[in-house]
Structure formats: C-alpha cells, structure tokens
C-alpha cells in the first residue's frame, strides 16, 4: 500500500474522530443526551456520500462532453462507494432514531429523501445491468444518473424546508444551523467529514485499480 | 420550432384518435381496478384512504400507458422518427402528447371513482388543478424514463423500475396537495405545493430536453 499523504491523513483523522467523538464533553440537549455523538458519524457520512455523489455527477457530464469511458467508470465506482456510506449512514441514523424517537424508521421528509436516494441508485445498477455495449451502457445511465440526481437534490434540499419534520434543524430552519453546533463538537464534525471522503476516495481509488487489473487479465 | 413541435404532437393525437387501441386498453385497466376497489371497500368516507388509493391507481395507469406509448414503436418508426425530426421538438410534443393523454385519463378515473367510492372533494377546482400539475410531472419523468428504457433494450419494468424512486417527490407533494384540496383548505396553504409541483415540471422538461439528444443517437 502506498503510503500517500492523504491516505495517511485519512486514517488520522478517522482515529481521531472515533477517539474523540467519545471522548469529547458531549453538551446537553433534552431527549438527545449522550446521542448528539452520532453527529460525528451519521451526518459527516451522509456528507461524504453526497460529496461522492456530486463527484459521480461531475464525471457523468464530463463522459457525455468528451465520450471518454475512464469517467463513466469513475461515476460509476464512486456511486458504488457511495451507497455503502449510505447504507451505513441509514443504519447508523436507524440507531439513533431508535434511541431518540424510539423506533427505527418515521414517517419524515428526510428519511423518505434518503431511502428515495438509495432506491434511485439502486435502479441505476440495474439500468446498467440490463445493458451489453459498453459505450451504450455508459450514455445511458449517465443521462439516467444526471436526471435522478438532480431530481433528488430538490427532493432532498427542497421538500424538508416546507413542511414539519422530526430531525433537528429542519422545520422551518436551513438545513444545518452552524449556530447551534457547540465548538467542541464541530472540532471533531468537520474533521470527520474530511476523514469520511478520503476513505472513500481511497475505496474509489482501489477499486478502480482492480477493474483496470480484471480488464487487463480479460485482454 | 414551435410548428415541428404542433405537427408532432398533431400526428401523435390523430394516430391516437383513430386506433384509440391504447387510451381503451388504459380505461380498461383503469375502470376495473375502481371497480374492484368499489367491489372490496364498497364506499370510502375517509379523506386520506380515498386520496392515496386514487394517486396509486393514477400512478400504475400513468406507468403503464407512457410505457406503452413509447414501446410499441418498431424500430422502423424509430428510424423515420430520428431521421426527420430534431430531438428537443420530438421530445417536448412526446411530454405534451402524455401530459394531454394523462390528465384525460385522471378525469375518467376520478369519474368512476367518485361515481363507485363516493366523491369526498370539497374544492373540485383546486383538486383539478392540483391533478392537473402532478399528472404534467408524472408524464415528463415518465416520458424521459421510458426514453432510457426503450434505448437499453424496452423492456417495460425497467420504465417501473427507473421511473418510481424518482416519481418520489411528486407523488408525495401531489398526494399532500391534493388531500388540501379535498379537504377544502384555503389556496394560500396549498399554493406552496402546487409551485413545488410547477417547478418539478418546469425541472423535469428542462432537463429532458438537455438529456434527450444523448438517447436519440440509436
């Protein structure tokens, strides 16, 4: 393993956030207690997804500019990636709920946006499943991939400012009100979310490597 | 423009108006699913029950009949069609040809719904209106999901398939926005939804628009 500055920082930082987001003088809210330390890990992954997932977009647009088919598989691994910190921020935010609301999944405006991403990107694999051409299969479910993202960014940004919802700072608020974030807690939030991309661009980067190997074998 | 967009959506609704093979077959499948709902809950006197169940039978019809309005063109219609016509004129008058297409067919249902399961609607105006917008939403989402489906081989669930994840949003704020409606609320509360619906619309068309010319090239 190449020990590359980011990947050694990645690590760092990861140790950092799990040592320390238990470590940390969690302050005290009603209801939420001890669990506000789920922030270090459900929120910064749910932003590590979506920043994978912007990066998807970026190459999806880039392959339909230039035809070239590096972006389509680099839009395609980091969708990969993508859903499984997805898939962990559902479980982890599905703990949360559980000890907070007291059962694992509600009837909110977010929870619906996140498993409505989820079964969006779900439908992408299996779009590209039922296509043989490589080239066609690339076009295809790049024009798929923009509009659903797209589409899910409204559903996801939009929705929640309109109507009542249980997860803390929606309902009236902007998204993610920096104003109430404690200054201890955001000494280990940001760095989380730094460490959660690097670890997935580090899966992203692997994961590339073995597809260039498993083509190269198929030659 | 304007004109390659009107003889289109024109040549569309002749040939619909006289085979009328497809807009039956979808009041069929429409008319008995009301009339096996009427045969299971016999009359419906509340709101929330009487509004999902009318969006879901919309939502399966509304799959259905684009799927099938794209799909059963053979490959050498395809070929006329890429040949003589631009992409972003094919596929506006293709949205508006559903959308017309769709809002009838809500009409009907909501028809024999009311006549079946009772009509619970107190502002029948604004549940037009409200209809009227998700039925527009539904038809260019669709219409772009069959696009994709009928490129990567047509075969119709893979329309299901792409289409329900991102209906999502629409359904949702049509379902909310419609039971206002039914519900008799003032305009003011439910005008939030219906721009929400506008502008998924207006979104959705754009980006098909944009999207489109990368599927034509078949």
Redesign the interface.
């Known amino acids: 393993m190449k020990l590359t500055w980011w990947k050694v920082s990645a690590i760092l930082l990861l140790i950092y956030t799990v040592i320390y987001g238990f470590l940390v003088e969690a302050p005290r809210m009603a209801i939420l207690n001890e669990t506000i330390r789920n922030l270090f890990f459900h929120v910064t992954m749910w932003f590590s997804m979506m920043i994978l997932l912007i990066v998807s977009l970026i190459h999806s647009i880039k392959y339909l500019g230039t035809f070239t088919i590096r972006h389509d598989e680099i839009a395609v691994e980091s969708v990969r990636v993508a859903m499984v910190f997805g898939i962990l921020g559902l479980l982890t935010g599905m703990v949360w709920a559980k000890y907070t609301w007291g059962a694992w999944w509600v009837n909110d405006v977010q929870l619906n946006g996140a498993a409505g991403t989820m079964l969006v990107y779900t439908a992408y694999f299996l779009l590209r499943g039922a296509i043989e051409d490589e080239s066609k299969r690339a076009r295809i479910s790049s024009v798929y991939s923009i509009f659903a993202f797209t589409m899910m960014v409204v559903f996801i940004i939009v929705l929640p400012r309109m109507t009542d919802s249980l997860h803390p700072g929606k309902g009236g608020n902007p998204g993610f009100s920096t104003y109430d974030l404690d200054s201890n807690l955001r000494l280990i939030f940001y760095p989380a979310i730094i460490g959660w991309t690097l670890l997935g661009v580090w899966l992203l980067n692997i994961k590339l490597r073995i597809n260039k190997i498993n083509n190269m074998i198929i030659k | 423009m304007i004109n390659s967009v009107l003889s289109i959506f024109l040549k569309d609704a002749l040939l619909e108006a006289r085979r009328k093979t497809s807009f039956a077959g979808i009041l069929v499948y429409v008319i008995g699913t009301v009339y096996v709902c009427y045969l299971s809950f016999r009359l419906i006197i509340d709101v929330p029950t009487w509004n999902a169940l009318y969006w879901i039978i919309l939502l399966f019809a509304a799959v259905n009949a684009v799927a099938r309005n794209f799909l059963v063109e053979t490959r050498g219609i395809q070929l006329y069609n890429y040949l003589i016509f631009s992409p972003s004129s094919f596929i506006i008058s293709r949205i508006l040809f559903n959308v017309i297409y769709l809002f009838s067919i809500a009409m009907v249902t909501y028809l024999f719904y009311a006549l079946f399961l009772g009509n619970l609607v107190q502002d029948i105006p604004m549940f037009l209106i409200s209809a009227f917008l998700g039925t527009a939403c539904l038809s260019s989402?669709l219409t772009?999901m069959s696009a994709?489906a009928s490129?990567?081989?047509g075969?119709p669930s893979?329309v299901a398939?792409?289409g329900?994840?991102?209906i999502?949003?629409t359904l949702?704020?049509v379902i909310r926005s419609s039971k206002n409606a039914i519900d008799g609320l003032a305009w003011s509360v439910n005008m939030?939804?219906l721009i929400?619906l506008g502008?998924?619309f207006i979104?959705?068309l754009v980006?098909?628009i944009l999207?489109f010319p990368?599927?034509w090239?078949d």
Request: without cysteine.
């Open positions: 989402i772009l994709i490129s990567a081989g075969n893979l398939i792409l329900f994840p991102v999502l949003p949702l704020t939030q939804y929400v502008t998924l979104l959705s980006l098909a999207l990368y599927l090239k």
